[in-house]
């Protein structure tokens, strides 16, 4: 069929996306009914039910290729080319996410959606795909503390919207 073969694809990471968009697709069927139970929406604030796990898990399953995707355009592109593609990727889908809210709202209300957090935490990304493993979850795990220790200083969740929409890009 002319097709090149699908070398080196953890179709697994594509699975979890599949399941991520299908449990959304359902539980948004059913958040439109007053008579639903519960525990198929968004849990109140201190909460956690089943619906409140799909973003986690679809941005789980975007940050597994992430690095796998970086990797393969940087020995075919080089590393300038690379990191401008993503880039650009990540302003790209800033811009969609809130031009779609500003087409459904007709006014400008910024709000971290799924578009704008994987746009952003992609570009903030960028710097730990050129660290090796190891250095990479040291980084994560201090990046997991100072984020912590910032959330309670006065002005910080305001500043960054945390309590107004889906929590930003933590």
């Given amino acids: 069929d002319g097709s090149a073969p699908l070398k080196n694809r953890w179709f697994t990471i594509d699975e979890i996306r599949g399941l991520a968009v299908l ?3 359902i539980l948004k069927g059913f958040e ?3 008579a639903s139970p519960s525990w198929l929406k968004h849990a109140p604030s201190g909460s956690f039910y089943i619906a409140d796990m799909i973003a986690p898990l679809f941005l789980f399953a975007i940050g597994l ?3 796998l995707s970086f990797t393969k355009r940087n020995e075919r592109d080089g590393v300038k080319s690379t990191i401008l593609h993503f880039l650009k990727r990540g302003i790209l889908l800033i811009s969609f996410g809130t031009a779609g809210v500003l087409l459904v709202k007709q006014e400008f209300i910024f709000r971290w959606g799924t578009l704008e957090m994987i746009g ?3 570009i903030l990304a960028l710097p730990s795909l050129l660290l090796e493993p190891l250095e990479r ?3 994560g795990i201090c990046l997991v503390i100072l984020w912590q220790c910032m959330i309670g200083w006065p ?4 500043l960054i919207r945390i309590q107004s929409s889906m929590g930003g890009p933590v």
């Fill in 65 to 67: 290729s992430y690095p």
């Fill in 32 to 34: 439109s009914f007053s």
């Fill in 120 to 122: 952003l935490c992609g």
């Fill in 137 to 139: 979850i040291w980084t």
């Fill in 155 to 158: 002005g910080i969740p305001e």
């Fill in 23 to 25: 449990f959304l697709i």
